[in-house]
């Protein structure tokens, strides 16, 4: 009862925080039956409850065991279907530990459960995989042999956000084909570590082939580019699939080039960091009048929303940016602190207005408030330009112009290499 009320909850709080969640080929995962999920980890808890956000079947998921110490939170996980899992790093004790969490997972692989696994063991943001831990692959054999399952399909997850912290912006959740452990199960057993290792690489492929994978030096030149690449209006046209597959490429196409062809690129942002600009500001600085002028419509019909819900959100966002030093874990917090802030507020006016006058204006309030909160957020994206355009009047014109054309030709250049 409470995994599905959390689930709730944190499905109308993530659809605010991000404008598009793309789930492609989510028909890879199987309806029903023992199935395990292996992602990336580019978003701390954000991706195991993204995962169980998009899914119609309760996704069981492993985290650092460490959080589970004390006893009454430990209680509180399992409830929202987390179990903990230690690296051999925590001490030899984790070593036992660890025997716990695979007769956990077994038992639920053998209820025909879904049960995820993060094998490169820690979140991270950047644009690489680390070295797969191998006990996700053992636990499949070691299924196998417990249950008497004929096979267990392994299905590769990949996520990839637009922007690790920013409000409104997008996250893809792709799944690739399942890797079917019956294929590999005679070999395990003549040869267990060996198969163990080939199994393992091929997943790491898998994962490789449907995330975007750069080296350490140019990920950041990466990000500006996807960054810019965003605001064309070509790339808006396209379908989720084919963003996604266009950003691959711009991926691949980076990590190709040769170090003077980077420099070359990297003008056009050294230029606008020295201006401390951001994209989005000379974005809306191109945009036509006419936005800025529906951006101040939008104002009085947002403002109720804002008031009612603005509260939370900024409470929860001052919270993150004094508290998190992780950027992995920022989405998460924040989103998370934003809906019980939230929550909690409404729960304490509705109680308020229910004991002052009646239970019908409460709930009215309840509903006027879902309302408004709805309008502002479909108001945001203009009330955010009318925002950035401001921004840009600050920055001389000879300047902004240089930018401009520095931009149009950068621009220009990515939408060749992508024709």
């Known amino acids: ?114 049960v995820l696994f993060f094998p490169e063991g820690f979140s991270h943001v950047d644009y690489y995989l680390l070295p797969f831990k191998k006990g996700a692959f053992r636990l499949a054999f070691q299924a196998m042999q417990k249950t008497g399952l004929p096979s267990l399909p392994i299905v590769p997850i990949g996520f990839h956000y637009t922007h690790p912290k920013a409000l409104f912006s997008s996250v893809w959740v792709l799944a690739s084909a399942p890797i079917e452990t019956a294929s590999w199960y005679s070999g395990y057993m003549h040869s267990p570590a060996k198969t163990v290792r080939q199994i393992c690489t091929t997943a790491f492929q898998a994962i490789s082939a449907i995330t975007i994978q750069v080296e350490k030096n140019r990920a950041k030149l990466l990000f500006n580019l996807l960054e810019l690449f965003r605001t064309d209006p070509g790339y808006q046209g396209l379908l989720p699939g084919q963003q996604w597959q266009a950003e691959k490429e711009l991926s691949r196409f980076i990590q190709d080039c040769q170090e003077d062809q980077l420099s070359v690129y990297q003008e056009y942002f050294t230029l606008r960091d020295a201006h401390l600009l951001k994209e989005e500001w000379i974005t809306a600085a191109e945009l036509p009048g006419s936005t800025r002028q529906l951006a101040w419509i939008c104002w009085p019909i947002a403002l109720p929303g804002l008031l009612v819900h603005g509260i939370a959100i900024y409470t929860a966002k001052q919270l993150a940016d004094a508290k998190v030093t992780r950027v992995d874990f920022y989405a998460w917090i924040l989103v998370a602190a934003a809906a019980l802030l939230d929550i909690g507020l409404h729960l304490v006016l509705f109680i308020l207005i229910a004991a002052l006058f009646s239970l019908t204006p409460a709930v009215l309030f309840l509903a006027a408030s879902m309302l408004a909160g709805w309008i502002s957020w479909k108001s945001a994206p203009y009330l955010l330009v009318a925002r950035s355009r401001s921004k840009c009047k600050k920055i001389p014109a000879d300047s902004l112009q240089l930018l401009r054309a520095k931009r149009a030709k950068l621009m220009e250049t990515i939408k060749v290499f992508l024709a």
């Open 1 to 114: 009862m409470l995994y599905l009320l959390v689930k709730l909850l944190m499905t109308i709080a993530t659809r605010v925080f991000y404008r598009r969640i793309h789930f492609l080929h989510a028909t890879h995962i199987p309806a029903t039956g023992p199935v395990i999920l292996l992602a990336n980890h580019p978003g701390s808890l954000m991706d195991a409850a993204l995962l169980g956000l998009l899914l119609n079947r309760p996704v069981h998921f492993f985290a650092r065991g460490d959080i589970f110490k004390n006893k009454v939170i430990a209680a509180l996980l399992r409830t929202l279907h987390m179990h903990p899992v230690h690296h051999h790093l925590d001490g030899r004790s984790s070593i036992h530990a660890n025997d716990e969490s695979f007769d956990t997972a077994i038992g639920l692989l053998q209820a025909g459960e879904i």
